[in-house]
T-cell receptor, first 111, second 112 residues
Framework: GENVEQHPSTLSVQEGDSAVIKCTYS??????FPWYKQELGKRPQLIID?????GEKKDQRIAVTLNKTAKHFSLHITETQPEDSAVYFC??????????FGTGTRLQVFP | DSGVTQTPKHLITATGQRVTLRCSPR?????VYWYQQSLDQGLQFLIQ???????AKGNILERFSAQQFPDLHSELNLSSLELGDSALYFC???????????FGQGTRLTVV
């Protein structure tokens, strides 16, 4: 079936450390992989996305890598700050045009 | 402000009732997605419309239905409500399938 697995479900890091969240998708036809950040009580907001013709994309402290062969993609946050604390969702489009989300990772950054 | 408007923001209703949630997409966006987010859970895909036509369907219950109108706004109808339907319902819109989806602020439904 079409699904996206996301790990870990919770992640605690010290301020300044790096955080890595990993996702695996099942549909080999998936070609768009966004990452969303959802703060408590707020809407999910896109923080970075990558398409299947690109292996890596970086935006300041955030980077995403994609391994199409293994059907893995990962979010990397460097120099974490307390305001990075939130729930992060990965997602993937499917060949039936669904945008399927992972189960989310609750990131806590301790000062 | 994402440009996606959902109404109402909060809704409290009794079991067995029917409600309609409304979503106005960003200007120019043709795709509308509906998601259900239960307490501390992920975003469950319900259904997607593109330019008035149903494009993709997720694990949407038969008690739930949706449509997208000619002016591109969408409505999600939930009937025979159960306590377990209590959740945050998000609408998102995008210009196309493989572009950024912008989320509305959600409708918090409480079934009592």
């Amino acid at each position: 079936g079409e699904n996206v697995e996301q790990h870990p479900s919770t992640l605690s890091v010290q301020e300044g450390d790096s955080a890595v969240i990993k996702c695996t998708y099942s549909d080999s036809a998936s070609n768009y992989f966004p990452w969303y950040k959802q703060e408590l009580g707020k809407r999910p907001q896109l923080i970075i996305d990558i398409r299947s013709n690109v292996g890596e994309k970086k935006d300041q402290r955030i980077a995403v890598t994609l391994n199409k062969t293994a059907k893995h993609f990962s979010l990397h946050i460097t120099e974490t700050q307390p305001e990075d604390s939130a729930v992060y969702f990965c997602a993937a489009t499917t060949n039936t045009d669904k945008l399927i989300f992972g189960t989310g990772t609750r990131l806590q950054v301790f000062p | 402000d994402s440009g996606v408007t959902q109404t109402p923001k909060h809704l409290i209703t009794a079991t067995g009732q029917r409600v309609t949630l409304r979503c106005s997409p960003r200007s120019g966006d043709l795709s509308v997605y509906w998601y259900q987010q239960s307490l501390d859970q992920g975003l469950q895909f319900l259904i997607q419309y593109y330019n008035g036509e149903e494009r993709a369907k997720g694990n949407i219950l038969e008690r739930f239905s949706a449509q997208q109108f000619p002016d591109l706004h969408s409505e999600l109808n939930l009937s025979s409500l159960e306590l377990g339907d209590s959740a945050l319902y998000f609408c998102a819109s995008s210009g196309n399938t493989n572009t950024e989806a912008f989320f509305g602020q959600g409708t918090r439904l409480t079934v009592v």
